[in-house]
């Protein structure tokens, strides 16, 4: 099967195509952050009539519960306050869609579905210019990457609104895609020998998919430290210095949803690993080595190993946990970049001329 | 008795016979030396030293990422040392380039699954005790639960309340629940139920089976073993020590397990890209024909050799992991009789297999010769005379090399790098800076060395494959073990551990008041639905076709709240 060059350059086009829708996208996600801060002012001052009877409600339950009796889930921790406890937050904390109306947000979310469209698009006639799998050296990686980080994000967009981190994992796509473009340029080619194997089809496209989901994971931790932070500011009657953050929910929240996705994403990490070792048994003859590229596989399984541990150690949740999953996934981020492109090993095929 | 205490044998289960966090602390203060022991012991097997246990160990692999290893690279361990003579050494002390069999790294891991088999063999225990005991007592106050909720049944539906709980505890069990039926025909009977077990199970079966990967693993480095080896086409291997150009035993290796199988090289062809501009001449395909005898009787098999798809024979493994050109010389001495004659095998160092050779020639007389220089398959000159190689299929195969005489040095016993010629007691006799130039050999031609002391002809080309033999008894096992382990691990994250009670009493008015409640165990975002669920059959067993009085509020579901008591609780509760 041969290589289609002119598919490659229309494919490079789409990159860039969406490479701006991206960047428009970016921006709306942006200003509705930074709108929030004034509509919120508004929506508060209306609902702060209608909080008060939830709020009454809530306080009479947790005296009722008393507190050492109460429920067992991490889920019920008490410490954290609940969103109405002055945080001025507007984002619901089941992080469900409520009825307000964000109108930015929404063409924000419509110009990520395009952008994601195009990109796929843009990665789709890489792949079939190459005849193979788009995610063969370093170009393709980020790209399909980064089209796999958008694609997580959307798909769990339609069961929560997790809008507020637009900025995020768009902005995470885009930089991808540049990087792509500017330092990791690689025309569309065969796959060398080393990566012709059914397992660079399984494994690569689970790590990819697990790093997607600690993306989103890595992003909401960072926005549970600023917001617990917040919280506590806030709490000490210290002025409001993050008014983007109420269109984020309550810390707490975040947390927990981190911690779903985080045990998803530790589950298919589990998987990269165990495809990689069954591949490495295929392709060396030995399942395990420690070449650079296991040792970082190994140390970020590890790390997400001690976050779940976190999370069942008293003392150990909320902001260590939070940081645990930062270092994680700065740990992937390390894995994909430095060890690829300045660490030798078995696993240098970055496709980088060296 | 959150599960967040700080030890795991009392964190998940407050089940009567555990020890109550109360008791663990009185312990403390009487230390003495068992007390000393049994308080060492606690802090080894605690959830906290887990933690920090799993985040060293993360820590403690990374320097093997920033250091070569001397398993993987002693080449380049040997070559840092010598680069570094400073620092080489206090990082060498501090097994810097043997971090995964250091006393460091293995104290880390040791301990670690000392702890958790601390961890493990409590919660087993106490794990075994829940799954044969009933559900808990239904508690006084259900609606201190997180999920409560209240059904009103009408007189006129002839529900006693016996009844209701006969039909709560059959609902309960089709959605998987243990149940227990109490006080039945009491007048405040009740069901508690409790789901999940396997959740517990899970997490069990998931640390218990990473021993069993790292007993697999362990195995692997006892019995198995690797070996490697060159092979020229139309060579012949054959599996024992010998043959071998380097071999690792495992710590129990035998010889005896070696099977004598043999293998020869017919041909290897390697495809290069042709086609894309921006990957012209990388390598697209190696395909090694093999002709394999699995013992010295059996009959001869054509096999076919690939990166990707190794060759089974003998219960090893073969791999292809390299490949290069062999150019084939002949050497005549001073004497002018053929003192080494075959191929030799270069070591290809880019993507045009722009390859370095050595050749020594210790059985020329009167003195030894070596060669030192390199094979260009595809020879071009650069405009200063200079040659280099231009593509990776021989198109115009080049030698060029330097040559010596004097002693090798291979006599003294020394072991010797076969691609390295030690010049030390060698004399120059053609290199670039003296008068009779280097040696620039095509195929078919041959150069006579100054000074009478022999000549060397460039005969032809073949071509080499590198092989890894491995052999490793412990895969199989790892690879089970770490199937159950995933198993256990979505059993453990996934599968949710609730109790569930539901009482019913009878009104004054003959009405029929039900009241439920739910109590997850661990982490569980779905209990509300699983309320909303359970009620709703409740309602479709009692209700239906009826208006239904409820106290249920779906908002204060929704965020984990629960409803004050409504007025119709007040007649069951507390009795
Ligand atoms: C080889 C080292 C270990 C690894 C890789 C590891 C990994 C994990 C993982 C991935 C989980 C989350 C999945 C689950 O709930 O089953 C977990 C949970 C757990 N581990 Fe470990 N573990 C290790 C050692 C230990 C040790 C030594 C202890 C005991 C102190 C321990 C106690 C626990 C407990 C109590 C949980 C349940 C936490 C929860 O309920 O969420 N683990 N472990």
């Known amino acids: 099967m041969g290589i289609n060059e002119t598919l490659g350059q229309y494919s490079e086009l789409f990159m860039l195509l969406a490479g701006v829708a991206y960047t428009v996208a970016f921006i709306s996600f942006t200003i509705d952050l930074a709108r929030s801060s004034k509509t919120t002012k508004a929506v508060e001052a209306r609902s702060a009539a209608a909080a008060r009877v939830p709020v009454l409600a809530g306080a009479g339950a947790s005296a009722g519960m008393g507190g050492s009796s109460g429920p067992e889930g991490l889920a019920e921790r008490p410490a954290a306050a609940k969103s109405s406890g002055g945080g001025g937050l507007t984002a619901d904390d089941s992080m469900r869609y409520g009825g307000e109306r964000r109108v930015v947000a929404r063409v924000a979310?419509?110009?990520?579905?395009?952008?994601?469209?195009?990109?796929?698009?843009?990665?789709?006639?890489?792949?079939?210019?190459?005849?193979?799998?788009?995610w063969g050296n370093m170009y393709e990686f980020c790209t399909t990457g980064g089209l796999?980080?958008?694609?997580?994000?959307?798909?769990?967009?339609?069961?929560?609104?997790?809008?507020?981190?637009?900025?995020?994992?768009?902005?995470?796509?885009?930089?991808?895609?540049?990087?792509?473009?500017?330092?990791?340029?690689?025309?569309?080619?065969?796959?060398?020998?080393?990566?012709?194997?059914?397992?660079?089809?399984?494994?690569?496209?689970?790590?990819?998919?697990?790093?997607?989901?600690?993306?989103?994971?890595?992003?909401?931790?960072?926005?549970?430290?600023?917001?617990?932070?917040?919280?506590?500011?806030?709490?000490?009657?210290?002025?409001?210095?993050?008014?983007?953050?109420?269109?984020?929910?309550?810390?707490?929240?975040?947390?927990?949803?981190?911690?779903?996705?985080?045990?998803?994403?530790?589950?298919?990490?589990?998987?990269?690993?165990?495809?990689?070792?069954?591949?490495?048994?295929?392709?060396?003859?030995?399942?395990w080595g420690w070449d650079t590229k296991e040792v970082w596989t190994f140390v970020i399984w590890v790390v997400y190993a001690g976050y779940l541990h976190a999370r069942a150690t008293r003392g150990w949740t909320g902001t260590r946990a939070a940081w645990l999953s930062i270092v994680g996934y700065l740990c992937v981020v390390f894995n994909f970049t430095i060890v690829n492109v300045f660490f030798s090993g078995l696993h240098s095929y970055a496709g980088l001329p060296s | 008795m959150t599960k967040t205490d700080g030890d795991m044998t009392k964190v998940k289960d407050e089940e009567p016979g555990t020890t109550g966090p109360a008791a663990k602390e009185a312990v403390l203060p009487s230390l003495g030396f068992a007390g000393m022991l049994r308080w060492a012991w606690r802090q080894l097997t605690s959830m906290r030293t887990a933690l920090f246990l799993l985040l060293f160990l993360a820590v403690a692999a990374v320097p093997g990422s920033l250091f070569p290893q001397r398993p993987v690279n002693p080449s380049v361990v040997t070559q840092y040392l010598k680069d570094n003579p400073v620092t080489g050494p206090w990082l060498d002390k501090l097994q810097m380039f043997d971090v995964y069999s250091s006393v460091w790294f293995s104290a880390i891991y040791i301990l670690l699954f000392i702890s958790l088999i601390g961890c493990v063999v409590p919660r087993a225990i106490a794990h075994a005790k829940a799954m044969r005991s009933q559900p808990p007592r239904t508690p006084t106050r259900l609606s201190r639960l997180p999920e409560y909720g209240t059904l009103v049944v009408p007189a006129d539906r002839g529900v006693s309340a016996g009844d209701a709980m006969r039909d709560a505890a059959r609902i309960l069990k089709r959605r998987g629940y243990r149940v227990e039926l109490r006080d039945a025909d009491g007048d405040r009977p009740s069901v508690g139920a409790e789901r999940g077990f396997v959740k517990e199970l899970g997490n069990l079966v998931f640390h218990t089976s990473l021993i069993g990967v790292l007993v697999s693993v362990a195995i692997g480095g006892l019995f198995g073993y690797s070996g490697q080896r060159t092979l020229v086409e139309g060579e012949t291997f054959v599996n024992t020590l010998v043959d071998y150009d380097s071999f690792s035993p495992g710590t129990n290796f035998n010889p005896d397990q070696l099977q004598p199988y043999s293998v020869r090289l017919d041909k290897f062809t390697v495809t290069f890209d042709r086609e894309s501009p921006g990957h012209y001449g990388q390598p697209l395909d190696f395909n090694a024909a093999l002709t394999t005898k699995a013992s010295p009787t059996s009959a001869e098999?054509?096999?076919?050799?690939?990166?990707?798809?190794?060759?089974?024979?003998?219960?090893?493994?073969?791999?292809?992991?390299?490949?290069?050109?062999?150019?084939?010389?002949?050497?005549?001495?001073?004497?002018?009789?053929?003192?080494?004659?075959?191929?030799?095998?270069?070591?290809?160092?880019?993507?045009?297999?722009?390859?370095?050779?050595?050749?020594?020639?210790?059985?020329?007389?009167?003195?030894?010769?070596?060669?030192?220089?390199?094979?260009?398959?595809?020879?071009?000159?650069?405009?200063?005379?200079?040659?280099?190689?231009?593509?990776?299929?021989?198109?115009?195969?080049?030698?060029?090399?330097?040559?010596?005489?004097?002693?090798?040095?291979?006599?003294?016993?020394?072991?010797?790098?076969?691609?390295?010629?030690?010049?030390?007691?060698?004399?120059?006799?053609?290199?670039?800076?003296?008068?009779?130039?280097?040696?620039?050999?095509?195929?078919?031609?041959?150069?006579?060395?100054?000074?009478?002391?022999?000549?060397i002809s460039f005969d032809g080309i073949k071509r080499y494959v590198a092989l890894d033999v491995h052999y490793n008894p412990g895969q199989a096992g790892a690879l089970v073990f770490a199937l159950i382990a995933v198993a256990g691990l979505v059993a453990s994250l996934f599968i949710a551990r609730r109790r569930a009670w539901v009482r019913a009493g009878v009104h004054p008015d003959g009405r029929t008041m039900v009241e439920y409640g739910l109590l997850a165990r661990g982490e569980d975002h779905r209990l509300a639905a699983e309320g909303a669920a359970i009620r709703a059959l409740l309602e479709k067993e009692w209700l239906s076709g009826k208006d239904t009085e409820t106290t249920m509020n779906p908002a204060a579901h929704r965020d984990g709240q629960q409803v004050p008591a409504g007025s119709d609780e007040g007649s069951v509760k507390d009795q």
Not at chain 1, 196 to 209: D, M, R
Not at chain 2, 381 to 387: N, P, R, T, Y
Not at chain 2, 398 to 422: C, E, I, M, R
Request: charged share 15%; aromatic share 10%; net charge positive.
């Open chain 1, 109 to 134: 979310v419509a110009l990520t579905v395009l952008a994601a469209v195009i990109h796929g698009v843009g990665v789709v006639t890489r792949g079939i210019a190459a005849a193979r799998v788009p």
């Open chain 2, 301 to 455: 098999q054509k096999q076919v050799l690939k990166v990707n798809d190794p060759v089974s024979l003998g219960g090893t493994n073969i791999y292809l992991v390299g490949n290069g050109y062999a150019p084939v010389v002949t050497v005549r001495d001073g004497q002018g009789k053929i003192a080494m004659q075959g191929p030799v095998v270069s070591v290809p160092t880019d993507g045009a297999y722009t390859s370095l050779l050595t050749i020594k020639v210790p059985d020329a007389r009167p003195s030894q010769l070596g060669f030192v220089g390199f094979f260009l398959p595809t020879a071009i000159m650069d405009s200063k005379g200079v040659a280099f190689g231009s593509d990776p299929d021989p198109l115009n195969p080049q030698l060029n090399l330097n040559s010596f005489y004097g002693d090798l040095g291979l006599d003294k016993g020394q072991a010797k790098n076969v691609f390295t010629l030690d010049t030390k007691g060698l004399t120059q006799l053609n290199g670039r800076d003296l008068p009779a130039k280097g040696i620039v050999l095509s195929p078919g031609k041959s150069y006579t060395l100054p000074q009478g002391k022999g000549s």
């Open chain 1, 148 to 287: 796999i980080v958008t694609v997580v994000f959307l798909l769990v967009l339609t069961r929560r609104d997790l809008r507020f981190l637009g900025t995020f994992v768009v902005g995470l796509s885009l930089i991808m895609l540049i990087a792509a473009e500017t330092a990791f340029q690689t025309p569309v080619g065969h796959l060398v020998p080393a990566l012709q194997s059914y397992w660079l089809v399984i494994h690569v496209s689970v790590a990819v998919f697990s790093a997607g989901l600690f993306t989103l994971t890595f992003a909401m931790s960072v926005l549970q430290l600023l917001q617990s932070r917040r919280t506590t500011a806030l709490a000490a009657g210290k002025p409001d210095r993050m008014p983007f953050m109420r269109q984020v929910p309550s810390a707490l929240s975040l947390e927990n949803l981190a911690y779903r996705i985080n045990t998803i994403g530790f589950v298919t990490w589990t998987f990269t690993l165990m495809f990689g070792a069954l591949w490495a048994e295929k392709a060396w003859g030995r399942f």
